[in-house]
Protein backbone atom coordinates (compact mmCIF):
# COMPACT_ATOMS: atom_id res chain seq x y z
CA UNK A 1 0.00 0.00 0.00
CA UNK A 2 1.47 3.41 -0.86
CA UNK A 3 0.13 6.39 1.60
CA UNK A 4 0.99 10.07 0.60
CA UNK A 5 1.09 12.45 3.08
CA UNK A 6 1.23 15.68 1.50
CA UNK A 7 1.08 19.93 2.24
CA UNK A 8 2.38 19.67 5.47
CA UNK A 9 5.33 21.09 6.67
CA UNK A 10 8.17 19.10 7.56
CA UNK A 11 10.35 18.95 10.44
CA UNK A 12 13.53 16.77 10.00
CA UNK A 13 17.06 17.02 10.54
CA UNK A 14 17.38 21.01 11.71
CA UNK A 15 15.01 21.85 8.97
CA UNK A 16 11.04 23.32 8.28
CA UNK A 17 10.08 23.16 4.74
CA UNK A 18 6.58 22.55 2.82
CA UNK A 19 6.89 19.06 1.23
CA UNK A 20 4.92 15.52 0.97
CA UNK A 21 6.17 12.23 1.88
CA UNK A 22 5.25 8.74 -0.08
CA UNK A 23 5.33 5.94 1.70
CA UNK A 24 5.68 2.04 0.38
CA UNK A 25 4.34 -0.43 2.59
CA UNK A 26 6.49 -0.08 5.89
CA UNK A 27 8.82 2.58 4.66
CA UNK A 28 9.43 5.97 3.53
CA UNK A 29 10.26 6.15 -0.31
CA UNK A 30 10.79 9.33 -0.87
CA UNK A 31 10.52 12.61 0.66
CA UNK A 32 9.69 15.54 -1.75
CA UNK A 33 10.51 19.36 -1.43
CA UNK A 34 7.12 21.46 -2.45
CA UNK A 35 8.74 22.06 -5.94
CA UNK A 36 9.10 17.96 -6.79
CA UNK A 37 5.01 17.16 -5.86
CA UNK A 38 4.61 13.27 -6.47
CA UNK A 39 1.49 12.42 -8.73
CA UNK A 40 -0.71 9.49 -9.14
CA UNK A 41 -0.40 5.99 -8.35
CA UNK A 42 -1.28 6.19 -4.54
CA UNK A 43 -3.79 4.18 -2.06
CA UNK A 44 -4.60 6.98 0.11
CA UNK A 45 -3.48 10.74 0.68
CA UNK A 46 -3.30 12.41 3.85
CA UNK A 47 -4.03 16.06 3.44
CA UNK A 48 -1.60 17.65 6.19
CA UNK A 49 -2.25 21.35 5.45
CA UNK A 50 -1.64 23.71 8.33
CA UNK A 51 -0.34 20.76 10.27
CA UNK A 52 3.33 19.55 10.76
CA UNK A 53 4.74 16.19 10.32
CA UNK A 54 7.75 14.66 11.99
CA UNK A 55 9.05 11.37 13.28
CA UNK A 56 7.97 9.38 15.57
CA UNK A 57 8.68 9.99 19.42
CA UNK A 58 11.34 7.63 20.78
CA UNK A 59 10.29 7.68 24.72
CA UNK A 60 13.70 5.85 25.55
CA UNK A 61 12.33 5.91 29.10
CA UNK A 62 9.64 4.34 30.23
CA UNK A 63 7.70 1.62 33.08
CA UNK A 64 4.91 -0.24 31.56
CA UNK A 65 4.38 -2.22 34.35
CA UNK A 66 4.15 -5.65 32.49
CA UNK A 67 4.89 -8.58 34.05
CA UNK A 68 3.42 -8.48 37.64
CA UNK A 69 1.94 -5.05 37.77
CA UNK A 70 -0.47 -4.94 35.40
CA UNK A 71 -3.57 -3.46 37.53
CA UNK A 72 -1.34 -0.03 37.20
CA UNK A 73 -0.64 -0.24 33.57
CA UNK A 74 -0.06 -3.22 30.85
CA UNK A 75 2.08 -2.96 27.36
CA UNK A 76 -1.25 -2.83 25.76
CA UNK A 77 -3.16 0.05 27.36
CA UNK A 78 0.10 1.99 27.45
CA UNK A 79 1.21 1.35 23.60
CA UNK A 80 -2.13 2.54 22.82
CA UNK A 81 -1.82 5.70 24.85
CA UNK A 82 2.49 6.32 23.23
CA UNK A 83 -0.31 5.79 19.86
CA UNK A 84 -2.38 9.01 20.91
CA UNK A 85 0.72 11.35 21.64
CA UNK A 86 3.08 10.55 18.58
CA UNK A 87 5.38 8.10 20.40
CA UNK A 88 5.96 5.23 17.91
CA UNK A 89 8.85 4.08 19.71
CA UNK A 90 9.42 2.78 23.41
CA UNK A 91 12.21 1.53 25.50
CA UNK A 92 10.92 -0.05 29.07
CA UNK A 93 12.96 -0.15 31.97
CA UNK A 94 13.17 -3.89 34.00
CA UNK A 95 11.70 -2.63 37.78
CA UNK A 96 8.73 -5.01 37.03
CA UNK A 97 8.11 -8.36 38.32
CA UNK A 98 9.75 -10.23 37.93
CA UNK A 99 12.50 -8.15 37.39
CA UNK A 100 14.38 -8.14 33.80
CA UNK A 101 17.77 -9.26 35.35
CA UNK A 102 17.91 -12.66 33.40
CA UNK A 103 17.99 -13.75 29.63
CA UNK A 104 14.25 -15.59 30.48
CA UNK A 105 12.80 -12.59 31.68
CA UNK A 106 13.98 -10.74 29.10
CA UNK A 107 12.95 -12.93 26.28
CA UNK A 108 9.32 -12.73 27.81
CA UNK A 109 8.66 -9.25 27.84
CA UNK A 110 9.39 -9.29 24.16
CA UNK A 111 6.83 -12.30 23.31
CA UNK A 112 4.88 -10.22 25.25
CA UNK A 113 5.14 -7.19 23.05
CA UNK A 114 5.14 -9.09 19.99
CA UNK A 115 1.79 -9.67 21.07
CA UNK A 116 0.05 -6.58 22.29
CA UNK A 117 2.17 -3.77 21.63
CA UNK A 118 0.73 -0.95 18.75
CA UNK A 119 3.75 0.44 18.48
CA UNK A 120 7.80 -0.29 18.61
CA UNK A 121 9.32 -1.38 21.51
CA UNK A 122 12.41 -2.64 23.29
CA UNK A 123 13.24 -3.43 27.04
CA UNK A 124 16.40 -3.00 29.02
CA UNK A 125 18.43 -5.42 30.98
CA UNK A 126 18.29 -4.07 34.43
CA UNK A 127 21.82 -4.71 36.20
CA UNK A 128 22.31 -6.00 39.57
CA UNK A 129 25.49 -6.44 42.17
CA UNK A 130 25.59 -9.98 40.70
CA UNK A 131 24.63 -10.69 37.58
CA UNK A 132 27.43 -9.19 35.24
CA UNK A 133 28.57 -12.73 34.28
CA UNK A 134 25.45 -12.51 31.95
CA UNK A 135 26.43 -9.67 29.34
CA UNK A 136 28.36 -11.64 27.41
CA UNK A 137 25.03 -13.48 26.36
CA UNK A 138 22.93 -10.18 25.13
CA UNK A 139 21.86 -9.58 21.92
CA UNK A 140 23.48 -6.12 21.25
CA UNK A 141 21.25 -5.50 18.75
CA UNK A 142 17.98 -6.45 20.33
CA UNK A 143 18.68 -4.76 23.58
CA UNK A 144 19.36 -0.50 24.44
CA UNK A 145 21.12 0.16 27.15
CA UNK A 146 21.74 -1.60 30.73
CA UNK A 147 20.10 0.03 33.48
CA UNK A 148 21.69 0.81 36.13
CA UNK A 149 19.96 1.92 39.38
CA UNK A 150 22.65 4.02 41.31
CA UNK A 151 19.86 4.70 44.34
CA UNK A 152 16.86 3.14 45.26
CA UNK A 153 13.80 3.52 43.27
CA UNK A 154 10.50 1.48 42.58
CA UNK A 155 11.66 -2.10 42.63
CA UNK A 156 14.46 -1.83 44.93
CA UNK A 157 16.69 -2.54 42.22
CA UNK A 158 20.12 -0.84 43.55
CA UNK A 159 23.26 -1.28 42.88
CA UNK A 160 25.01 -0.51 46.01
CA UNK A 161 28.75 -2.19 46.44
CA UNK A 162 31.11 -0.27 45.17
CA UNK A 163 33.33 -3.44 43.40
CA UNK A 164 29.71 -4.61 41.70
CA UNK A 165 29.46 -0.63 40.34
CA UNK A 166 33.03 -0.76 38.82
CA UNK A 167 32.32 -4.47 37.49
CA UNK A 168 29.36 -2.63 35.77
CA UNK A 169 30.87 -0.03 33.79
CA UNK A 170 34.30 -2.08 33.04
CA UNK A 171 32.24 -4.77 31.43
CA UNK A 172 29.02 -3.56 30.12
CA UNK A 173 28.70 -4.73 25.94
CA UNK A 174 25.77 -1.53 25.85
CA UNK A 175 25.44 1.93 26.53
CA UNK A 176 24.70 2.38 30.57
CA UNK A 177 21.37 4.23 31.34
CA UNK A 178 21.80 5.35 35.15
CA UNK A 179 19.24 6.51 37.55
CA UNK A 180 21.92 8.77 39.86
CA UNK A 181 20.76 9.43 43.47
CA UNK A 182 22.69 8.68 46.53
CA UNK A 183 21.22 6.08 48.84
CA UNK A 184 23.10 7.18 51.79
CA UNK A 185 22.03 10.75 51.75
CA UNK A 186 18.35 9.79 50.74
CA UNK A 187 17.84 7.79 54.25
CA UNK A 188 20.21 10.33 56.34
CA UNK A 189 17.60 13.24 54.91
CA UNK A 190 14.53 10.56 55.58
CA UNK A 191 15.88 10.29 58.98
CA UNK A 192 15.84 13.79 59.83
CA UNK A 193 12.65 14.97 58.08
CA UNK A 194 10.90 12.02 60.04
CA UNK A 195 11.90 13.55 63.48
CA UNK A 196 11.02 16.83 62.55
CA UNK A 197 8.07 15.91 60.81
CA UNK A 198 6.65 12.51 61.72
CA UNK A 199 6.31 8.89 59.90
CA UNK A 200 5.16 10.84 56.42
CA UNK A 201 6.25 13.73 55.90
CA UNK A 202 4.40 15.67 53.87
CA UNK A 203 5.15 15.45 50.22
CA UNK A 204 6.40 19.29 50.11
CA UNK A 205 9.25 17.92 51.56
CA UNK A 206 10.23 15.33 48.90
CA UNK A 207 13.09 17.00 47.42
CA UNK A 208 14.76 18.14 50.26
CA UNK A 209 15.09 13.98 51.09
CA UNK A 210 15.62 13.58 47.24
CA UNK A 211 17.66 16.11 47.37
CA UNK A 212 20.11 18.00 45.07
CA UNK A 213 22.94 16.86 47.01
CA UNK A 214 21.75 13.09 46.77
CA UNK A 215 21.55 13.35 42.83
CA UNK A 216 25.32 15.25 42.45
CA UNK A 217 26.87 13.06 45.02
CA UNK A 218 25.12 9.39 42.18
CA UNK A 219 25.78 11.17 39.20
CA UNK A 220 29.16 12.53 39.67
CA UNK A 221 30.44 9.11 40.86
CA UNK A 222 28.98 7.74 37.83
CA UNK A 223 30.63 10.15 35.22
CA UNK A 224 33.77 9.30 37.26
CA UNK A 225 33.64 5.55 36.60
CA UNK A 226 31.95 6.18 32.65
CA UNK A 227 35.74 7.97 32.45
CA UNK A 228 37.49 5.37 33.89
CA UNK A 229 36.50 2.77 32.47
CA UNK A 230 36.01 4.62 28.74
CA UNK A 231 31.92 3.58 29.19
CA UNK A 232 29.16 5.06 27.14
CA UNK A 233 27.18 6.58 30.07
CA UNK A 234 23.65 7.76 29.56
CA UNK A 235 22.27 9.81 33.21
CA UNK A 236 18.52 9.36 33.32
CA UNK A 237 16.06 11.92 34.55
CA UNK A 238 18.34 15.15 35.18
CA UNK A 239 16.82 17.31 37.64
CA UNK A 240 19.70 20.02 38.86
CA UNK A 241 21.98 22.79 37.95
CA UNK A 242 24.40 21.56 39.37
CA UNK A 243 24.57 18.29 37.87
CA UNK A 244 24.26 20.26 34.53
CA UNK A 245 27.86 21.37 35.11
CA UNK A 246 29.51 17.82 34.29
CA UNK A 247 27.63 18.36 30.58
CA UNK A 248 29.68 20.63 28.13
CA UNK A 249 27.69 22.79 26.01
CA UNK A 250 27.78 21.86 22.98
CA UNK A 251 27.11 24.96 20.21
CA UNK A 252 27.73 27.39 17.47
CA UNK A 253 26.80 30.89 18.17
CA UNK A 254 24.46 30.04 20.81
CA UNK A 255 22.20 28.01 18.86
CA UNK A 256 23.00 23.91 19.11
CA UNK A 257 24.84 22.42 15.44
CA UNK A 258 22.01 19.93 14.33
CA UNK A 259 23.96 17.73 11.94
CA UNK A 260 22.18 14.64 9.93
CA UNK A 261 24.88 12.65 11.45
CA UNK A 262 25.89 14.26 14.71
CA UNK A 263 28.15 12.23 17.43
CA UNK A 264 27.22 12.88 20.88
CA UNK A 265 30.04 12.84 23.13
CA UNK A 266 30.27 9.43 25.62
CA UNK A 267 28.74 11.08 28.49
CA UNK A 268 25.40 12.51 27.80
CA UNK A 269 21.81 13.54 30.12
CA UNK A 270 18.45 12.70 29.39
CA UNK A 271 15.81 14.96 30.94
CA UNK A 272 12.06 13.88 31.41
CA UNK A 273 8.83 15.96 30.83
CA UNK A 274 8.13 16.34 34.70
CA UNK A 275 11.36 17.70 35.59
CA UNK A 276 10.59 20.58 32.71
CA UNK A 277 7.35 21.25 33.06
CA UNK A 278 6.82 21.30 37.02
CA UNK A 279 8.40 23.05 40.04
CA UNK A 280 8.44 22.28 44.19
CA UNK A 281 5.52 25.09 43.91
CA UNK A 282 3.68 22.68 42.37
CA UNK A 283 3.68 20.47 45.15
CA UNK A 284 1.08 23.05 46.88
CA UNK A 285 -2.08 22.01 44.22
CA UNK A 286 -1.01 18.46 42.76
CA UNK A 287 0.64 17.02 45.83
CA UNK A 288 1.27 13.79 45.08
CA UNK A 289 0.19 13.26 41.76
CA UNK A 290 3.87 14.76 40.67
CA UNK A 291 5.93 12.70 43.14
CA UNK A 292 8.75 10.95 41.26
CA UNK A 293 12.26 10.05 42.38
CA UNK A 294 14.22 11.91 41.55
CA UNK A 295 12.10 14.67 42.83
CA UNK A 296 10.87 17.56 41.19
CA UNK A 297 12.97 20.70 42.73
CA UNK A 298 13.26 24.23 42.18
CA UNK A 299 12.43 27.04 39.65
CA UNK A 300 15.85 27.88 39.33
CA UNK A 301 16.75 24.28 38.25
CA UNK A 302 13.41 23.53 36.31
CA UNK A 303 14.87 27.38 34.39
CA UNK A 304 18.59 25.88 33.80
CA UNK A 305 17.47 22.31 32.80
CA UNK A 306 15.25 24.16 30.05
CA UNK A 307 18.30 26.63 28.95
CA UNK A 308 20.26 23.05 28.81
CA UNK A 309 18.38 21.93 26.12
CA UNK A 310 19.17 24.61 23.59
CA UNK A 311 22.66 24.41 24.51
CA UNK A 312 23.54 21.16 23.78
CA UNK A 313 24.38 19.55 27.78
CA UNK A 314 20.74 18.00 27.38
CA UNK A 315 21.26 14.97 24.71
CA UNK A 316 17.73 13.62 25.23
CA UNK A 317 13.86 13.97 26.54
CA UNK A 318 12.00 11.44 27.67
CA UNK A 319 9.06 10.79 29.77
CA UNK A 320 9.77 8.22 32.58
CA UNK A 321 6.13 7.35 32.21
CA UNK A 322 5.51 5.37 35.94
CA UNK A 323 1.44 4.89 36.31
CA UNK A 324 0.51 4.25 39.35
CA UNK A 325 -2.96 3.71 40.58
CA UNK A 326 -4.19 6.63 42.56
CA UNK A 327 -4.55 4.60 45.41
CA UNK A 328 -1.18 3.75 46.02
CA UNK A 329 -0.49 7.79 45.48
CA UNK A 330 -2.00 8.34 48.79
CA UNK A 331 0.41 9.47 51.83
CA UNK A 332 3.45 11.67 51.71
CA UNK A 333 7.30 11.68 51.04
CA UNK A 334 7.47 7.58 52.93
CA UNK A 335 4.34 6.08 52.03
CA UNK A 336 3.21 7.21 48.59
CA UNK A 337 4.40 6.00 45.59
CA UNK A 338 6.90 7.71 43.48
CA UNK A 339 6.11 8.08 39.72
CA UNK A 340 3.35 9.24 37.02
CA UNK A 341 2.09 9.09 33.51
CA UNK A 342 3.80 10.87 31.11
CA UNK A 343 3.53 9.14 27.32
CA UNK A 344 0.48 10.44 26.37
CA UNK A 345 0.86 13.94 26.86
CA UNK A 346 4.76 14.44 26.20
CA UNK A 347 4.74 15.65 22.94
CA UNK A 348 1.76 18.52 23.22
CA UNK A 349 3.55 19.83 26.56
CA UNK A 350 6.78 19.98 24.71
CA UNK A 351 5.23 21.78 21.72
CA UNK A 352 3.81 24.23 24.48
CA UNK A 353 7.45 24.74 25.25
CA UNK A 354 8.35 25.94 21.86
CA UNK A 355 5.57 27.77 21.87
CA UNK A 356 7.16 29.27 25.05
CA UNK A 357 10.50 30.26 23.23
CA UNK A 358 11.96 27.63 25.29
CA UNK A 359 13.74 25.96 22.17
CA UNK A 360 12.77 25.61 18.42
CA UNK A 361 10.90 22.64 17.36
CA UNK A 362 13.74 21.82 14.92
CA UNK A 363 15.75 21.18 18.76
CA UNK A 364 12.47 19.64 20.09
CA UNK A 365 12.63 17.05 17.38
CA UNK A 366 16.74 16.51 17.55
CA UNK A 367 15.61 15.53 21.11
CA UNK A 368 12.66 13.53 21.03
CA UNK A 369 13.22 11.58 17.53
CA UNK A 370 16.82 12.58 16.14
CA UNK A 371 19.48 11.64 19.34
CA UNK A 372 17.45 9.04 21.08
CA UNK A 373 17.92 7.19 17.49
CA UNK A 374 21.58 8.29 17.34
CA UNK A 375 22.40 7.83 21.36
CA UNK A 376 21.13 3.85 21.28
CA UNK A 377 22.02 3.58 17.71
CA UNK A 378 19.00 2.91 16.26
CA UNK A 379 18.77 1.26 12.89
CA UNK A 380 16.62 3.30 10.48
CA UNK A 381 13.92 4.78 12.57
CA UNK A 382 14.35 8.61 14.43
CA UNK A 383 14.38 10.30 10.91
CA UNK A 384 12.43 10.94 7.74
CA UNK A 385 14.43 9.98 5.58
CA UNK A 386 14.11 7.54 2.27
CA UNK A 387 14.08 3.40 3.76
CA UNK A 388 13.52 4.47 6.72
CA UNK A 389 10.65 2.75 8.82
CA UNK A 390 7.59 5.09 8.26
CA UNK A 391 7.43 6.25 11.69
CA UNK A 392 5.64 9.54 11.35
CA UNK A 393 3.30 11.98 13.61
CA UNK A 394 1.67 14.98 12.10
CA UNK A 395 0.45 17.42 14.72
CA UNK A 396 -1.73 20.46 14.27
CA UNK A 397 -1.25 23.68 15.72
CA UNK A 398 -3.89 26.21 16.83
CA UNK A 399 -6.58 23.33 17.85
CA UNK A 400 -6.78 23.58 21.38
CA UNK A 401 -7.99 20.96 23.48
CA UNK A 402 -7.87 19.89 27.39
CA UNK A 403 -6.57 16.92 28.97
CA UNK A 404 -10.18 14.95 30.88
CA UNK A 405 -10.11 11.65 32.67
CA UNK A 406 -11.98 11.29 28.88
CA UNK A 407 -8.88 11.24 26.90
CA UNK A 408 -6.88 9.40 28.90
CA UNK A 409 -5.68 5.75 28.07
CA UNK A 410 -3.36 4.92 30.29
CA UNK A 411 -4.90 2.27 32.38
CA UNK A 412 -4.39 3.78 35.52
CA UNK A 413 -7.01 6.54 34.23
CA UNK A 414 -5.43 9.82 35.72
CA UNK A 415 -2.63 12.66 34.83
CA UNK A 416 -1.36 15.25 37.17
CA UNK A 417 -1.67 17.18 33.32
CA UNK A 418 -5.50 17.39 33.99
CA UNK A 419 -7.09 20.32 33.65
CA UNK A 420 -4.34 21.84 31.05
CA UNK A 421 -4.95 23.16 27.46
CA UNK A 422 -2.98 22.86 24.77
CA UNK A 423 -2.91 24.52 21.72
CA UNK A 424 -1.01 20.90 19.67
CA UNK A 425 -3.06 18.40 18.77
CA UNK A 426 -1.46 14.88 17.12
CA UNK A 427 -3.64 14.47 14.14
CA UNK A 428 -2.16 11.15 13.05
CA UNK A 429 0.40 8.50 14.09
CA UNK A 430 2.18 6.39 11.65
CA UNK A 431 3.90 2.98 12.68
CA UNK A 432 5.98 1.39 10.14
CA UNK A 433 3.88 2.65 7.67
CA UNK A 434 0.44 1.82 9.31
CA UNK A 435 -2.05 4.63 10.44
CA UNK A 436 -2.20 3.43 14.32
CA UNK A 437 -4.02 6.69 15.32
CA UNK A 438 -5.99 9.24 12.86
CA UNK A 439 -8.07 12.27 14.24
CA UNK A 440 -9.53 10.60 17.56
CA UNK A 441 -9.41 6.87 16.04
CA UNK A 442 -7.66 4.87 17.43
CA UNK A 443 -6.48 1.37 14.86
CA UNK A 444 -6.78 -1.45 17.55
CA UNK A 445 -5.41 -4.21 15.37
CA UNK A 446 -2.12 -2.13 14.09
CA UNK A 447 0.98 -3.80 16.06
CA UNK A 448 4.80 -2.38 16.58
CA UNK A 449 7.80 -3.97 15.79
CA UNK A 450 10.89 -4.76 17.81
CA UNK A 451 13.46 -2.34 17.42
CA UNK A 452 16.74 -3.02 16.00
CA UNK A 453 20.51 -1.51 17.46
CA UNK A 454 23.70 -1.53 16.21
CA UNK A 455 23.04 -2.71 12.55
CA UNK A 456 24.91 -1.18 9.77
CA UNK A 457 22.15 -0.82 6.86
Sequence with gaps: MKTLITNGFIVNEGRIFRGSILIDGEKIQKVFETEEMPCGGCDEVVDAAGCYVMPGVIDSHVHFREPGLTQKADIESESRAAAYGGVTTYFDMPN?????????????KFQR???????NYSFYFGATNDNTALYPQLDVHRIP????????????MLVDRREALETVFRCSPLPIMAHCEDTAVINQNMAEARRVYGDDPDVTHHAEIRSAEACWQSSSLAAALAKKYGARLHVAHLTTARELSMFAPVSVDGEPEITAEAVLPKITAEAVVAHLFFTDADYSTLGTRIKCNPAVKTADDRSALRKALTD??????ATDHAP????????GCAHAASGM?????????M????????MTLERMVELMCHNPARLFSVSRRGFLRPGYQADIVIVRPDSPWTVTSQVIQSKCGWSPLEGNTFRWRVEHTFCNGSAVYRQGVFCPDVRGQE???????
Design 96 to 108: TVPQTTTLEALED
Design 113 to 119: AARDSHV
Design 145 to 156: AVKLFMGASTGN
Design 312 to 317: GRIATI
Design 324 to 331: HLLKDKEG
Design 341 to 349: PMVQFSLPA
Design 351 to 358: LQLVDEGV
Design 451 to 457: VRFRIND
